[in-house]
């Protein structure tokens, strides 16, 4: 994994013309930052402090806390809208629609194809193998002239496997496009995160969330990381005040307890392998497949019997059976050791 970035990579020519030529408007907030006696300056109620102020639109404090974190320059670091916004972003900046395509896995994170059909950006599929498994080279065989954007979820969604390193590196050093690597899943993975390699590969962007390890879905908190060239076009097409003050206020005072988070992880982990010990003592349980994040995969005889079952019990999981590999799957989020309880309980009376 040190091997240099050695491939042509120039984002200008990725660019849509209309990005590049863009001039990003510019909020009050944008032209001044820091403390005064009177701000008169962006239309705002004077009543009602805090909350009648526009928040801070480069976000900071907060990405001060995240670079801390996450060993990372903060000019190196896009906050967003959960993980999506980036998403959408990137297919804004680089993605011509009715002209350029993407490549993806399947199965994976179905945000990226809503990304794309939004976009009118087509999308060519690569299959993972029986195991879900990534095969480098079938991805860049599905590359043409006008593929602008990889991507690639490790630890995947819905398998929850985390992809072949190597692979991945394969890809990213033989593409002159993007290669979008969704870490979302990272905290309960034994492999490493790609962040310490941004600086070798200048066509890496690494998105990462808050809603999982962290316990704030509620928040919408996400995270891109990439080269200052690409940071610095989705902070140009950004929505001025894209992260409210509530959740810059919050997402600061949760991320203040960095022990909690490990200890969350730690609880999971263990209910993870509880979990996956339980799922294959049931004769209806076919597989159970490796995981790497916060859920397990089953394969079973009858899903949808089992999902309604489960619903009838007020217990919900994810049916995932219309899936392509996916046959037969119901997807288990790991929750507190309580609620796994339950489940198990409940599936116990099917035996």
């Known amino acids: 994994m040190t091997k240099k970035y050695c491939m042509s990579f120039d984002i200008n020519i990725l660019l849509r013309d209309n990005i590049r030529l863009l001039k990003p408007y510019s909020s009050a907030r944008d032209e001044f930052s820091g403390e005064a006696v009177a701000f008169l300056d962006a239309n705002e109620n004077p009543f009602n402090s805090p909350w009648n102020r526009y928040p801070d ?8 806390r995240v670079g801390e974190i996450k060993n990372v320059p903060v000019s190196k670091i896009f906050l967003g809208n959960g993980s999506d916004e980036p998403i959408d972003l990137l297919f804004r900046a680089f993605c011509e629609p009715g002209n350029d395509n993407v490549v993806s896995i399947h199965p994976t994170y179905g945000m990226y194809r809503v990304a794309a059909d939004t976009n009118n950006v087509a999308v060519n599929l690569v299959p993972l193998s029986a195991e879900f498994e990534l095969d480098a080279d079938a991805v860049l065989n599905a590359v043409t002239a006008n593929t602008k954007m990889i991507f690639l979820c490790s630890p995947n969604n819905p398998s929850g496997n985390a992809l072949d390193n190597r ?7 033989n593409f002159n496009g993007i290669v979008v690597v969704d870490e979302a899943y990272i905290d309960f993975c034994p492999e490493k995160s790609f962040l310490p ?74 209910e993870r392998e509880k979990m996956i010990a339980n799922l294959n003592k049931y004769p209806f349980v076919v597989k159970v497949y490796p995981t790497d994040a916060n859920f397990v995969l089953a394969k079973t005889h009858d899903p949808r019997g089992i999902y309604q079952f489960l619903v009838d019990e007020k217990i919900i999981v994810r049916d995932r059976s219309s899936i392509a590999l996916c046959e037969g799957c119901l997807r288990i989020s790991i929750g507190s050791p309580a609620e796994n309880a339950t489940l198990i309980e409940a599936l116990d009376e099917l035996i």
């Open 57 to 64: 639109p480069r976000q900071v404090k907060l990405k001060t």
């Open 167 to 173: 692979a991945m590196l394969r890809i990213i050093e």
């Open 197 to 270: 390699l941004l600086d070798q590969y200048p066509n890496l962007v690494i998105l990462q969330t808050f809603s999982k390890a962290w316990g704030m879905a509620g928040l919408r908190l996400g995270m891109a990381f990439a080269s200052e060239p690409i940071i610095d076009v989705l902070s140009r097409i950004k929505y001025p005040y894209n992260l409210s003050i509530l959740t810059q206020q919050k997402g600061l005072e949760l991320l203040a307890d960095e022990q909690k988070k490990l200890d969350w992880v730690a609880i999971i982990l263990k």
